[in-house]
């Protein structure tokens, strides 16, 4: 090792899913929305005047906040926005976790939480899934330097009932407890309503499924003041323009196509439910998914060897080589033809 390679910080980063390029490939594989978003989105980047990209955008990016808030039904001081939800979540993890005390996340969850925990050296401590793969709110009823879950979880797609989040909530009060609403839109019971109860909740979401713009990297945040003006100071003190003028426009017009929005939910719901049914015919066990992926193991062949013999056929599908989901495939829900093709290749794979 070279002198200077001594100071550099060594991690291990997340790696995300693929990327592949190519117009027959079926991607399955990044919890993207199959179908475009709004014109509206479309038309509000087009219209854009080149004096927008001339000049740096509102740091507060205060049009979108505004939109959100008053979408939500939240008040502005409330809401914080970012690069994607993972621009908020590893600010989060910055801003809240600073105890000496592990903060606490499932075994099988997001697996970018631990990566920012070993980047901002946070303790932490993962607590096992259930057998059924269900997070058991007793477990989170002990000393912690903060909570953070996805619900509905990934990649299970489970989602804990709004009772049982507030539970976890409510018996630790001297943490910050962050819920990772991605999917939320797809299902589960959001705990939204309860940021005017608990000073110490922060729900975080996105705009990369459920509104079809994960190209456009926003995401957001609800939560108290207290924990919202935190976030600003610390966002604040690291760079200024997260959002650029194009996302800031693109995400306003997202949520201003309300029954567009709708439509795709509704349309990813139900292929979702489509697909379970002939996977299960098929020999696969779908979890109980409430987002816009499966989570299906197969009662004969390994998991691996149908995700290799898929991309072998252009299909890509998540495959997580991990303790306890080994034999999992994690597929995206996409359009119906999508789906027509994974299920007949499917079929081709298992004979
Ligand atoms: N949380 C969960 C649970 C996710 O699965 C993802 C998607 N990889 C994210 C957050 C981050 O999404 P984004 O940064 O695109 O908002």
Wanted: glycine residues 6%; charged residues 30%.
């Amino acid at each position: 090792m070279k002198k200077f390679e001594e100071n550099i910080r060594r991690v291990t980063p997340y790696v995300p899913g693929e990327q592949p390029s190519g117009s027959d490939i079926i991607k399955l594989n990044t919890n993207e929305s199959p179908f475009a978003p709004s014109t509206m989105v479309q038309m509000s980047i087009a219209s854009m005047m080149p004096d927008a990209l001339r000049k740096y955008p509102d740091p507060d990016a205060s049009d979108l906040v505004r939109e959100i808030a008053s979408y939500y039904d939240v008040d502005e001081s409330k809401v914080f926005v970012g690069v994607g939800s993972d621009d908020i979540l590893g600010m989060s993890f910055l801003t809240f976790f600073n105890s000496d005390k592990p903060i606490l996340f499932p075994d099988i969850t997001y697996s970018f939480y631990d990566v920012w925990a070993e980047l901002y050296d946070i303790k932490y401590e993962k607590i096992p899934l259930t057998e059924e793969f269900e997070i058991n709110p007793e477990d989170y009823k002990k000393e912690n330097g903060g909570i953070v879950f996805a619900n509905p979880n990934a990649p299970t797609g489970i989602a804990l009932p709004k009772a049982q989040v507030e539970e976890i909530i409510s018996a630790n009060p001297d943490s910050v407890v962050i819920v990772d609403e991605a999917y939320i839109d797809f299902g589960g019971e959001t705990v939204l309503e309860l940021i005017d109860k608990y000073e110490n909740l922060l729900v975080v979401r996105t705009f990369s499924k459920s509104r079809a713009l994960a190209g456009m990297r926003v995401g957001y945040a609800f939560g108290s003041e207290t924990l919202i003006k935190a976030l600003k100071d610390v966002k604040f003190s690291y760079n200024s323009y997260t959002l650029n003028v194009a996302a800031i426009r693109g995400a306003k017009a997202a949520i201003k196509d309300d029954e567009y929005f709708k439509g795709l939910v509704d349309e990813i719901k139900r292929t979702r439910e489509e697909t379970k049914m002939k996977l299960k015919k098929m020999g696969f066990n779908c979890t109980n998914s409430q987002t816009n992926f499966l989570f299906a193991t197969h009662e004969s062949m390994p998991a691996k060897e149908i995700f290799e013999k898929l991309r072998d056929r252009d299909i890509y599908v998540r495959y997580f080589e991990k303790d306890r989901i080994d034999n999992y495939l994690r597929i995206t829900i996409g359009t119906k033809e999508q789906m027509n093709a994974l299920i007949m290749a499917l079929e081709d794979i298992l004979g």
